[in-house]
């Protein structure tokens, strides 16, 4: 398989590895559904990791000290958060990484690894999942996949994600806790506006606003462990944890066609700064075009201008 390293096949770990504890398949689609749904709208589906010893509190804050301590591997956010809060609320002053990950039963916080399918001991299991969901969902998504990440969501009892919304595919894994689940629809302009995208792919990561009255329109999961949701890309959803901690997969792909769609959201928010109003990406084929190939020119640009330094790197998952 392209990607990181040798992985073991999904037989062998169903058949005794401790990555699959649960005696169901870690991952299966009986009904198609990953085809048929794929970026289009949120579905349910089961998994075989609940209950798996390596999501366990003990085993995390080992994973955690295997990360690089680098911030690209790692977010945490201790102390109260409300359904419109930023990303950056709780970060000023918080318990260091692991300390967070050992107490988060108290601590109102909650903790994102990142990247952990590099991790030798979690990571085979996550590059295999990597694999499957790409398998499943065919062609359409295999060809428009850049890279593929895996992240551990760890939360406190009660603790709300806030509102927002994500340029990956992401399939949400839910391995150990329970939690209510709100996802809108990403086609429907009242629920998630141009202006609020063009923010967003202007580098305005909490852009997407939360509004009482769209909560009515909202699919809603009451998501258990051994459960899973599918979240289109720039499908906003929220969180709120049940009574118990959470452990959570986030399996995340950047695509192709959204890196097209971006450069022009990302020239459409300059444009609408200057006074006017720019067509929507996907009114035409042409113009979308056009407006790619003149964000393109103009962030190289702006990169040679403003000479920043190069950005770190490390290894990647893409899909064979």
Not at 61 to 66: I, K, N, T
Not at 208 to 218: E, M, P, S
Not at 275 to 300: E, I, V
Request: net charge neutral; with cysteine.
């Amino acid at each position: 398989m392209a990607g990181m390293h040798e992985t073991p096949t999904m037989a062998a770990a169903q058949a005794g590895d401790p990555l699959c504890q649960s005696g169901r398949p870690v991952l299966s689609d009986p009904n198609g559904d990953f085809a048929r749904h794929y970026n289009r709208q949120s579905f349910c589906f089961e998994h075989g990791l609940k209950g798996n010893p390596l999501f366990e509190l003990d085993s995390l804050v080992a994973l955690s000290q295997r990360l690089p301590a680098h911030p690209d591997f790692a977010y945490w956010s201790n102390g109260p958060v409300s359904v419109n809060d930023p990303w950056e609320k709780g970060m000023a002053a918080r318990h260091s990484l692991q300390d967070t990950i050992a107490g988060i039963a108290g601590n109102n916080s909650i903790v994102i690894l990142k990247h952990t399918e590099q991790d030798p001991v979690i990571g085979p299991v996550l590059r295999e999942i990597l694999s499957k969901f790409v398998e499943y969902a065919g062609a359409q998504m295999r060809d428009d996949v850049i890279v593929g990440e895996s992240l551990i969501l760890v939360s406190s009892p009660k603790r709300i994600t806030p509102y927002h919304f994500d340029a990956e595919l992401n399939y949400l894994v839910q391995v150990t806790g329970d939690k209510t689940f709100s996802v809108f629809d990403h086609t429907r302009a009242l629920q998630v506006t141009d202006e609020e995208l063009e923010g967003y792919f202007s580098g305005a990561p909490s852009a997407a606003k939360y509004r009482d009255a769209n909560q009515a329109n909202a699919t809603v999961y009451d998501l258990k462990a051994g459960q899973g949701i599918h979240i289109p890309v720039t499908a906003p959803h929220w969180v709120q944890n049940g009574d118990n901690i959470s452990v959570a997969l986030s399996i995340n792909y950047e695509l192709k066609s959204v890196a097209r769609r971006a450069k022009s959201y990302w020239l459409n928010h300059r444009l609408r700064k200057l006074g006017m109003t720019p067509a929507s990406p996907g009114t035409s084929n042409f113009r979308d075009s056009l407006k790619t190939a003149s964000a393109t020119s103009l962030q190289g640009l702006r990169s040679l201008v403003r000479a920043a330094p190069p950005a770190p790197t490390w290894q990647v998952w893409t899909p064979s």
